[in-house]
């Protein structure tokens, strides 16, 4: 029987939300008080324009290109583009038969020849 009445549930009185506290800002602690938020609110602004950025280029879509667009480009037979991606100096992206270069992987082969002096890579 004792066991049953300490299972009874009550409610709890409800909390009023409490008010914000009145700072006076006037003073040196005030002044760096307001320092403060003042540099939290313009690193928040900062990283907000990052991420707005970053949302912007993950929306934007991946350009391709092709083995004739690459060859266009830098005057490659498609003989010597497959050559170059044997050898892990050009990398790519295959569907199926289909061969496709990003914008990233013809940096890196632009990078990979402009830092040997002009060399043929």
């Known amino acids: 029987m004792q066991q049953a009445a ?3 549930t009550r409610t709890l009185p409800k909390r009023r939300a409490k008010a914000p506290l009145e700072i006076d800002l006037k003073g ?3 002044e760096l008080v307001a320092a403060q938020f ?3 609110r313009e690193h928040i602004n900062q990283l907000k324009s990052q991420i707005e950025f970053l949302v912007e280029q993950t ?6 290109f092709t083995e004739d667009d690459f060859g266009a480009m830098f005057g490659l037979k498609k003989r010597a583009q497959q050559d170059y991606r044997k050898k892990g100096k050009l990398d790519c992206m295959k569907l199926g038969e289909k061969v496709l270069y990003t914008r990233q992987h013809i940096d890196e082969f632009v990078a990979r020849f402009d ?3 002009q060399k043929k890579i």
């Open 115 to 117: 830092t040997r002096n």
């Open 59 to 64: 929306q934007r879509p991946i350009q391709t």
């Open 38 to 40: 003042a540099w939290q």
């Open 28 to 30: 040196p602690v005030g």
């Open 6 to 8: 300490l299972h009874t």
